[in-house]
């Protein structure tokens, strides 16, 4: 009898197996045929079979399903799984997973989740509603005011300044939560990298102009796609395009030969035969010029975390040299002020004590007139780099300078004014510049 109820339980299982796998079969089929510019994607998400497990689980390269949970949510809503599908896939597309190192995980699940959910509304299928979706809308366009945006980025920040309430982020749950996030931190065990997604991406951004023609509303996919395939910048290594060639006084030992050293000491005694070179070229910064864009969009917290960022990668000491020369240049449409720094107590003083002046309109002209002033008075004895901090709203100059230049943003702004050419633009993640 117990040979029988097991075999019986066997061919149960095996039957809700076999539907999970259709329905899946039938989402994936929906997707493809009504967004083809997913097909790359669909064919590279792998969902995987996990029984009693309650839930839908993504790790970053696959979507663990208990089928029993599939039957029982399909049941109730026949769109679920497409919905839970394209949820899923744009995790992948917006690689949602890759970016969860030294962030606050609570806050980035829920942005993610309520960004992919936001996208999906807009494409506006019929084979993807939800019952819930009116009310989700209603609470979409007001996030949207408060947080500027619906991307994922933008959402983040805006729950790190103002944290939602318990009770919001339950209601957010309840909304927008399809599968769970508990292995995004096991990057080391995902079968396809996050190159690979990159150029899946890029696939789906080039496609969506075939796509919009279908008068689908694709501003949501195109704002996420923008944020997730914009590259990234190592701010220290950035940093370092800007540092001279120097002396310091340090033994190198990369050009120093210890067998003819101690051959010497061994046969004559107390007299090597090569005496260790003292002084070696390295890459320190020494003149610099950091200026800040004092407008009305540029303002205390944001210049103070930027200022303090550049600070702790100068303040290593293998990034500078004893002696320092760096001018920190306040400027709106006019140079403000200029505080010279020569040690870290002047850098340290300043952070405490510096004020921000001006908060005019932007000229970005006057400040390379006065490094130029600089320059002729032999204020610098080998100018190298100049960093702009900015949102980009100003008049740019018209002549290359004779050093490098950087205008550095916190977030892109694509009504901004394009950087002149012989400039470098870095845009910078807000997170990245405070870590």
Request: net charge negative; aromatic share 12%.
């Amino acid at each position: 009898m117990q040979a029988e109820e097991k075999r019986k339980m066997a061919d149960n299982e095996e039957r809700i197996s076999a539907l999970g796998r259709e329905i899946i079969r039938l989402a994936h089929d929906s997707i493809l045929v009504n967004m083809r510019f997913l097909d790359m994607a669909l064919s590279e998400l792998r969902l995987e079979e996990r029984r009693q497990t309650g839930a839908f689980v993504y790790d970053g390269s696959r979507l663990y399903y208990d089928p029993s949970l599939l039957l029982a949510k399909y049941k109730k809503e026949p769109h679920y799984m497409v919905r839970l599908y394209l949820h899923t896939l744009l995790h992948c597309i917006f690689y949602h997973s890759y970016q969860t190192d030294k962030l606050e995980r609570d806050y980035w699940d829920l942005a993610t989740d309520i960004a992919v959910e936001n996208t999906i509304l807009e494409m506006n299928l019929h084979l993807a509603t939800m019952p819930s979706d009116e009310v989700l809308r209603s609470n979409l366009s007001i996030l949207k005011k408060q947080a500027k945006g619906l991307s994922a980025e933008k959402l983040y920040r805006h729950f790190r300044i103002e944290p939602p309430s318990t009770k919001a982020v339950k209601e957010w749950r309840e909304l927008c939560h399809y599968d769970e996030h508990i292995y995004w931190d096991r990057k080391e065990e995902l079968t396809l990298s996050q190159d690979a997604w990159r150029k899946i991406s890029e696939r789906v951004k080039a496609d969506l102009k075939s796509f919009s023609k279908d008068k689908n509303n694709a501003r949501s996919m195109e704002e996420n796609l923008k944020e997730a395939t914009r590259e990234k910048y190592d701010y220290t290594d950035f940093l370092r395009r800007f540092m001279v060639m120097g002396e310091t006084i340090q033994i190198n030992d990369e050009e120093f030969d210890y067998i003819y050293y101690t051959y010497g000491l061994s046969q004559y005694g107390n007299m090597p035969l090569v005496e260790p070179l003292e002084y070696r070229d390295a890459n320190k910064i020494k003149d610099f010029v950091i200026a800040i864009d004092t407008s009305a969009s540029c303002r205390g917290e944001v210049v103070q975390t930027f200022l303090k960022k550049t600070y702790q990668i100068m303040q290593q000491r293998e990034n500078f040299f004893r002696k320092i020369n760096v001018h920190i240049i306040q400027c709106d449409n006019e140079v403000q002020s200029d505080t010279k720094i020569t040690s870290w107590e002047d850098f340290n003083q300043f952070l405490a004590n510096g004020k921000l002046r001006g908060f005019g309109s932007t000229d970005f002209r006057p400040v390379f007139e006065y490094v130029e002033k600089l320059k002729q008075d032999g204020e610098f004895e080998d100018l190298k780099g100049l960093l702009y901090f900015t949102d980009g709203y100003g008049i740019y100059p018209a002549q290359m300078p004779a050093y490098d230049t950087a205008f550095v943003f916190l977030r892109e702004d694509g009504e901004a004014p394009a950087v002149p050419p012989w400039a470098i633009k870095v845009v910078l993640d807000e997170e990245e510049a405070i870590r």
